[in-house]
């Protein structure tokens, strides 16, 4: 239906009356759209909560393990001949390295080489053994050139790699065991037959050899450069032999690493905290607050990790049972977290493994982060956690709006249809009475003139 406008009324009224009108039967509309965007801001702010409750259950899930609190250094003192890495595993100690051998892996060159690679060979078998096992054979039978010999080596997938180097007159086939160790000898063995290929016919370019230093006056070997088992917890590489040189190793409780895994425990509990206690303001001079202030889930997520985090730990071995014990205090104010780094230092010197047992013990009550990843996973499960309980029922009430909002739209467009109407009714009643009168004062007017 075409829309009905007013350029002005007959009967004098004013032109936008209508408008008005439909305006003030529009103002039930704006209230629930009002309504709605109340609702959705309060969403938007359980959302933001849900999902900072969510990176504080995600960031304490790394620090909830034994192995999160003990982690260990480890520091060699000359690199150039050893490496060295340690686990939480690991014991503190050191320890002296000397002697040291590298394993190396064995290669054999061809002696003499021939002129090109490409030239045909006559024909003959190649025949070889890699660490012991079952010969290998390669049959030649007369046209195929040094190249095809590499490749058919290397399809056989032994362990032994064939190459072609070129000295700068002639080209040589180098053949190298995959691993080190002693054991690991390529043999070219007595069934070759191919002419210029035979044992006799190989250079030893380097020798399959085991590992081997002393450590601590004890002789070590293995098969690589790499040693896990000398030491529990404790992975030494092996770089370049010595030439009597001693390295020194060291392993010791990594204080730092476990101050920055601290430190990522606080400002995760403060980030929620802070937002927590924004929610809980109310001014009461302008009455401005929050949309989550006084929300009764909110007092009670508030309300549980304060008394999580000022409840000491029980049926501990070590020194501490509270984190003020370790210099970490909370904040009358906004609830939020703080360290003293010296006295989390001297906590840690004092008894590094009773620190980190405070974080992740499974005892009669579990360390903090173990709570706390407990306490999260039920308050932002997605099956009966109060937070997603909370979003299914705001959604629900904005669906309920959106219905109602509808009905009132279609009501208004009647009311707004009928209101025109009844106007232009008016409009054109009004306009034929002034035609009639002025028609009726007309004639009259002619009358007396006559």
Not at 231 to 246: H, M, Q, R
Not at 270 to 295: E, I, M, P
């Amino acid at each position: 239906m075409a829309e009905i406008t007013f350029s002005g009324l007959a009967s004098g009224l004013p032109a936008d009356l209508v408008d008005k009108l439909v305006a003030i039967q529009k103002q039930p509309l704006n209230a629930l759209a009002g309504r709605k965007v109340e609702v959705q801001t309060r969403l938007a702010a359980v959302q933001d909560l849900n999902a900072k409750l969510l990176s504080m259950k995600s960031a304490m899930e790394g620090l909830d393990a034994a192995a999160d609190y003990q982690p260990r250094s480890a520091t060699s003192s000359n690199t150039t001949f050893a490496t060295v890495t340690a686990s939480s595993n690991a014991s503190a100690g050191s320890y002296s390295l000397s002697n040291i051998v590298l394993a190396d892996n064995n290669q054999l060159r061809l002696t003499t080489g021939v002129v090109s690679k490409t030239d045909p060979l006559a024909s003959g078998t190649f025949a070889f053994t890699y660490a012991g096992g079952t010969e290998k054979q390669v049959v030649i039978s007369g046209g195929e050139s040094m190249v095809d010999l590499a490749e058919d080596i290397n399809a056989l997938g032994t362990g032994v790699a064939a190459t072609i180097i070129n000295d700068g007159s002639r080209d040589h086939l180098v053949l190298t065991g995959a691993d080190t160790g002693a054991a690991k000898t390529i043999a070219v063995t007595v069934n070759t037959t191919l002419t210029g290929f035979e044992s006799a016919d190989f250079t030893t370019v380097s020798t399959a050899a085991n590992a081997s230093f002393t450590l601590d006056g004890m002789p070590v070997s293995g098969l690589s450069n790499t040693f896990t088992t000398a030491i529990e917890g404790v992975t030494i590489n092996l770089v370049k032999a010595t030439a009597g040189e001693t390295v020194a190793l060291s392993v010791q409780a990594d204080t730092s690493a476990v101050k920055t895994k601290i430190k990522s425990f606080v400002d995760a509990y403060n980030t929620v905290a802070s937002l927590l206690h924004a929610h809980s303001q109310y001014d009461k001079d302008t009455g401005r607050h929050t949309v989550l202030f006084a929300d009764s889930a909110v007092r009670g997520i508030e309300s549980q990790m304060r008394r999580i985090i000022t409840t000491p730990v029980s049926g501990l071995t070590g020194t501490y049972t509270t984190l003020a014990e370790l210099g970490i205090t909370t904040s009358t104010a906004d609830g939020t977290l703080s360290i003293n780094d010296s006295k989390l230092s001297t906590a840690l010197s004092s008894d590094f493994n009773g620190v980190g047992k405070l974080f992740y013990a499974a005892t009669a009550t579990q360390g903090y982060a173990k709570q706390f990843v407990d306490y999260l996973g039920s308050v932002t499960s997605t099956a009966d956690g109060v937070m997603n309980g909370k979003e299914v029922s705001i959604n629900k009430r904005i669906d309920a709006l959106d219905r109602q909002i509808e009905r009132t739209q279609q009501r208004l467009s009647i009311t707004e249809a009928r209101i025109r109407a009844q106007y232009a009714s008016l409009e054109t009643l009004i306009s034929n009475m002034n035609s009639s009168t002025s028609g009726a004062l007309q004639s009259l007017q002619n009358l007396v003139n006559a």
